[in-house]
């Protein structure tokens, strides 16, 4: 069992590049979440999403776009990275509230992003 | 909108001591739910509890243990007797239950560092 799985580990971006982290869940969980950390800010969420084919938007959206287009993928995109977009990224996934009590949610081994 | 205090940026302390971690929460939500995660130095963000706001029973795991306090709005997490492999990054996070939004809110994390 994968569980909640981040391509790719590393990546050093230059100003002005793009790129697309992908998120793959094999628990069928409906919510998923891109969370960015930076020293001291704790995990602030970027987007999440509630299900196939929704996203919206978290405390710190700007500059990223997100894509949900199967349950168990979630994407997040930088189409022009900054040095201010160097950090470490989370996903996550997690049931609704309704999934029987099993409310936590499970995290990927996360992103380690370097712009340059 | 909930918010989750961690007002601890980092305790450190020598092993065998008795270490207690602060969590302080604000929602408007009557049902939700309470975690604490640990992120040791290799990066991954461990689940090691779940408590749902109606059940106010502290909970006792080994040398782990966690007081939920609805009236002062708090879910302290207390390590007794550290030890080096306790050294880590600990987060408190709330998820409503009601209201709609049952997105989790994280703490910025308590950096707890156990010296031999």
């Known amino acids: 069992n994968a569980g909640v799985t981040q391509t790719p580990k590393f990546r050093v971006l230059k100003t002005g590049q793009s790129m697309t982290l992908l998120c793959a869940q094999d628990m069928n969980h409906e919510y998923m979440y891109w969370y960015r950390q930076d020293p001291g800010m704790g995990l602030r969420l970027i987007h999440y999403s509630v299900g196939e084919g929704t996203t919206a938007k978290g405390e710190v959206p700007d500059g990223y776009n997100v894509s949900r287009l199967k349950k168990q993928n979630f994407l997040l995109g930088l189409e022009s990275a900054a040095p201010s977009q160097t950090s470490v990224y989370f996903c996550?996934?997690?049931?609704?509230?309704?999934?029987?009590?099993?409310?936590?949610?499970?995290f990927g081994q996360g992103t380690r992003l370097t712009v340059v | 909108a909930q918010k989750v205090t961690q007002a601890q940026t980092e305790i450190s302390v020598v092993e065998k001591e008795d270490v207690t971690l602060d969590c302080v929460y604000e929602t408007r939500d009557t049902t939700y739910y309470l975690f604490w995660y640990k992120q040791p130095p290799s990066g991954e963000l461990v689940f090691l509890i779940r408590?749902?706001?109606?059940?106010?029973q502290n909970e006792i795991s080994g040398r782990y243990s966690w007081n939920f306090q609805k009236s002062t709005s708090s879910f302290n997490f207390t390590i007794t007797a550290s030890q080096v492999v306790d050294s880590a990054v600990y987060f408190c996070a709330l998820r409503p239950a009601s209201g709609g939004s049952y997105i989790p809110t994280f703490g910025r994390g308590t950096s707890l560092i156990v010296h031999p």
């Open positions: 996550a996934s997690s049931y609704s509230i309704t999934g029987g009590g099993l409310t936590e949610a499970f």
């Open positions: 408590r749902n706001s109606f059940d106010e």
